[in-house]
Each structure stands twice: as structure tokens, then as C-alpha cells.
């Protein structure tokens, strides 16, 4: 059984991702109905990492005594088979607590694969934000699925506690996304999982 984590990209308090990411929780049984795949959700406000200013690149570092907090961010990625990473777009770019939360990261999601769901408080989606995180995540060794999914008009559809606004308009729509989004990962995850890459 694989394991797929979901991860919330903003950590403010008033974040219009929490409720994305809420949704996802309440509605992950209903959205992947016919999988053994195991959801886990990480919100990168749990860890309370600092800014990153070890000594090493992480990748150039085997040797890292961390402390508990930020132990626990590289090992939960490190359980996790694939990802999804729920970003906004703050000026045409990811936020700097999901750039820093990445920059502590080695090998952890080396040849996994990653879904990227941008989303935003207008029509656009973040789409921006999704593009901007590309490079990053081929760096870090990470399969990035081809198209972002963008999901646009947060607030407008979902309460802060993930449950649909009544009415409105875009429920269906956001239904059809996450559901292919969520298929997508799922399908990439298992095979990666069932075909190992060969050690060389
Ligand atoms: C610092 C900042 C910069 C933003 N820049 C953009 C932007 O470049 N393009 C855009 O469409 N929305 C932008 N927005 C609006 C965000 O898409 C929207 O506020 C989103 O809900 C932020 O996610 P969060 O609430 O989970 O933090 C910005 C918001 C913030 C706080």
C-alpha cells in the first residue's frame, strides 16, 4: 500500500489553503473511492521550521543532528510515496515558507512523484506559483506530473472548515478537478512504488 502526503503550502493563519486543504480531508474518501492508497496531511505551520542557515547544503550533509521539529518534517516526507503540494501564488512565485520548508529537504523525495494544486483567491488559479515550484522540485530529485491543476475562487466556494459554500457555483467543478488530480497521483505513485528505479 502506497502513501501519498498532502501538503498545505501556506502557513498564515487566515490561509484560503486551509480550507482546500480541509476539503481534501473531509471528501479524500469520496474523491479516490476505489484505492488501498494511504492520505496523510502535513501543515507546514505544525513544524515551525526557521529560516534555513545550516552550515551544509543538505544534500552535501549525511551527518545532520536536527532538532525534533524539523527531524520530523524530513521524516514524514520520507514516509510518503508521492505528494501533493497545495500552493497559492504570492508575486508570481510560491510562498517563502514553502520555498524554506523545501530547502531543508536531502534526498527525501528523490524519483517520487509530486502533483502540484495551485490555488487562489481569484479566477486564476495561482497557476504562477504552481510553474515557480517546477525547478525546485526537479532539483530535489522529485517527478513533477505534467499540469498543475489550478483551483481558483477559494473563498467564494469553500468555508474555512472545507465544506462547500451552499451553492455555489463551482462545486462541480471542483469535484471533477480534485478527483482527476487525485487519480493522476495515485496512478503515478503505484507504479513508481511497484517499479523501483534499479540501483546503479
Ligand atoms: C503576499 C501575497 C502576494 C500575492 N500575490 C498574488 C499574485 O501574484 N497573483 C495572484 O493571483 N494572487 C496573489 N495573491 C493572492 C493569493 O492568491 C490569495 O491571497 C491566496 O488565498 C493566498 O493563499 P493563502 O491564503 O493560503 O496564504 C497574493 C497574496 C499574498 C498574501
Not at 67 to 92: C, F, K, S
Request: charged share 15%; hydrophobic share 40%.
Amino acid at each position: 500500500m502506497s502513501t501519498i502526503a498532502i501538503i498545505l503550502g501556506s502557513t498564515r493563519p487566515q490561509s484560503n489553503g486551509r480550507a482546500l486543504f480541509n476539503h481534501l480531508k473531509l471528501t479524500i474518501n469520496q474523491l479516490t473511492p476505489n484505492t488501498t492508497t494511504q492520505f496523510t496531511f502535513l501543515d507546514l505551520a505544525d513544524y515551525q521550521l526557521p529560516f534555513f542557515d545550516e552550515p551544509l547544503p543538505p544534500m552535501a550533509n549525511p551527518d545532520r543532528q536536527l532538532p525534533a521539529n524539523q527531524q520530523r518534517w524530513l521524516t514524514d516526507m520520507a514516509a510518503a510515496d508521492g505528494y501533493v503540494i497545495l500552493t497559492p501564488e504570492y508575486n508570481h512565485a510560491m510562498p517563502a515558507v514553502l520555498k524554506n520548508a523545501l530547502d531543508f529537504l536531502a534526498f527525501e523525495g528523490q524519483r517520487k512523484p509530486v502533483k502540484l494544486m495551485s490555488y487562489s483567491d481569484n479566477m486564476r488559479g495561482g497557476q504562477f506559483g504552481a510553474a515557480s515550484l517546477v525547478p525546485v522540485l526537479q532539483r530535489l530529485g522529485m517527478v513533477v506530473l505534467p499540469k498543475p491543476t489550478p483551483v481558483g475562487n477559494v473563498p467564494q466556494t469553500l468555508q474555512a472548515d472545507g465544506q462547500f459554500i451552499s451553492e455555489a457555483p463551482l462545486q462541480a467543478r471542483y469535484q471533477r478537478a480534485l478527483q482527476q488530480a487525485l487519480t493522476e497521483i495515485t496512478y503515478y505513485t503505484d507504479v513508481l512504488t511497484a517499479n523501483p528505479f534499479p540501483t546503479v
